[in-house]
C-alpha cells in the first residue's frame, strides 16, 4: 500500500531539546516536503527536496532543519525546539509529472 | 501569503452540487491550479488540479476560466462526507505552495 509514515504522531518537549520528526515513503517519489498548520492559518511549507541531497526552503524555515541522504526518508530537525513550534506538523511527497501530493497522518508537537 | 482567495464557509445541501470559488488573479503562466480537502486534522487529500482546460475525475469537476484568474471546484452531488476544509493552491509542482485558510464546506442533510 503506497503511504507516507511519520513518527511520533505525538509529542511533548521542552523549550531547547533537541528533536527529530521522521518522514518515510514507500512510492519512490523524488520530490518530498514540510509543512506545518497553525489555527486559522492553513499550511505553511518549511523545506522541500526535489531529490535526495537536495533541498530548498520553503515559506517558513526559521528553527528547522532538514536532511536527504536517501530518497525515501526525510527528517524534520528542531535543534532547539521553541514553544512557537507548537504545531500539527505534515510530511508529502509528490508524484512526478501529475503533482498531486500524499500526506503523512501528521505530527502534533507541543514544546513546553 | 496565499496566493489565492476563497470564501471561509460554505453549506450545501446532500445531494446537491457543491461548487466551491477560487480567485488566484496573479497566476502565472506555468502554475497549475490544485484543490485538496482535510477532514478534520488529517492530512489532506489531492482532489483534482488543472492548467487550462476543464478537468474531471472520479471525485469533482474543475472549471478554470479562460483567463485563469478563477476557478472553481464542482462536488456533483455532495454526500455528508464531503463536510471539509477545501484549499485552492496554485504553484507548480510542490515549490513554495501556499495553503490558505480554505473554504470550510459544510454538507447539510
Known amino acids: 500500500e503506497a503511504q507516507v509514515t511519520q513518527n511520533p504522531r505525538y509529542l511533548i518537549t521542552v523549550t531547547g531539546k533537541k528533536l527529530t520528526v521522521t518522514c518515510s515513503q514507500n512510492?519512490?517519489?523524488?520530490?518530498m516536503s514540510w509543512y506545518r498548520q497553525d489555527p486559522g492559518l492553513g499550511l505553511r511549507q518549511i523545506y522541500y527536496?526535489?531529490?535526495?541531497?537536495?533541498?530548498d526552503k520553503g515559506d517558513v524555515p526559521e528553527g528547522y532543519k532538514v536532511s536527504r541522504k536517501e530518497k525515501r526518508n526525510f527528517p524534520l530537525i528542531l535543534e532547539s525546539p521553541s514553544p512557537n513550534q507548537t504545531s500539527l506538523y505534515f510530511c508529502?511527497?509528490?508524484?512526478?509529472?501529475?503533482?498531486?501530493?500524499?500526506f503523512g497522518p501528521g505530527t502534533r508537537l507541543t514544546v513546553l | 501569503d496565499a496566493k489565492t482567495t476563497q470564501p471561509p464557509s460554505m453549506d450545501c445541501a446532500e445531494g446537491r452540487a457543491a461548487n466551491l470559488p477560487c480567485n488566484h488573479s496573479?497566476?502565472?503562466?506555468?502554475?497549475?491550479v490544485y484543490w485538496y480537502r482535510q477532514i478534520h486534522s488529517q492530512g489532506p487529500q489531492y482532489i483534482i488540479h488543472?492548467?487550462?482546460n476543464n478537468e474531471t475525475n472520479e471525485m469533482a469537476s474543475l472549471i478554470i476560466t479562460e483567463d485563469r484568474k478563477s476557478s472553481t471546484l464542482i462536488l456533483p452531488h455532495a454526500t455528508l462526507r464531503d463536510t471539509a476544509v477545501y484549499y485552492c493552491?496554485?504553484?507548480?509542482?510542490?515549490?513554495?505552495?501556499?495553503f490558505g485558510p480554505g473554504t470550510r464546506l459544510s454538507v447539510l442533510p
Open positions: 508529502a511527497t509528490i508524484t512526478s509529472g501529475r503533482g498531486e501530493q500524499f
Open positions: 512510492m519512490n517519489h523524488e520530490y
Open positions: 527536496s526535489m531529490n535526495v541531497e537536495v533541498t
Open positions: 496573479t497566476i502565472s503562466g506555468n502554475e497549475y
Open positions: 488543472g492548467l487550462k
Open positions: 493552491i496554485v504553484g507548480n509542482y510542490g515549490q513554495n505552495f501556499v
